[in-house]
Nanobody, 125 residues
Framework: QVQLVESGGGLVQPGDSLRLSCAASGRTFSTLSMGWLRQAPGKEREFVAAISRSGRVTYYGDSVKGRFTISRDNAKNMVYLQMDSLKPGDTAVYFC??????????????????WGKGTLVTVSL
């Protein structure tokens, strides 16, 4: 079993930056593919970013490419999402996710084995 706890959400203005963190415990962190997904009100959950076990391979959704950066620290069992140039359209609950498969390749919500409870990011004037 893996427990994921997100932190770092909040209310920011357009153009601001925010960093989300996810602390993992349980199963050996370095054996898991990690990702961030988000869900806005009335919309389906979508993949934002994913990262391979080593951290060398990453995936970004088209809407965040060039603005968001995913990273991980296997020594600390942490994964991060640096979000720059935030837009109102980025407003959503952001979920940390982990999988035994390869989220950085498949970007399939169904491949996620473990979920965090989510942290709310609101981008508004």
């Amino acid at each position: 079993q893996v427990q994921l706890v997100e932190s770092g959400g909040g209310l920011v203005q357009p153009g601001d930056s925010l960093r989300l963190s996810c602390a993992a415990s349980g199963r050996t962190f370095s054996t898991l593919s990690m990702g961030w997904l988000r869900q806005a009100p009335g919309k389906e959950r979508e993949f934002v970013a994913a990262i391979s076990r080593s951290g060398r391979v990453t995936y970004y959704g088209d809407s965040v490419k060039g603005r968001f950066t995913i990273s991980r620290d296997n020594a600390k069992n942490m994964v991060y999402l640096q979000m720059d140039s935030l837009k109102p359209g980025d407003t959503a609950v952001y979920f940390c996710a982990a999988a035994r498969s390869y989220l950085e390749v498949t970007q399939r919500v169904d491949d996620v084995d473990y979920w965090g409870k989510g942290t709310l990011v609101t981008v508004s004037l």
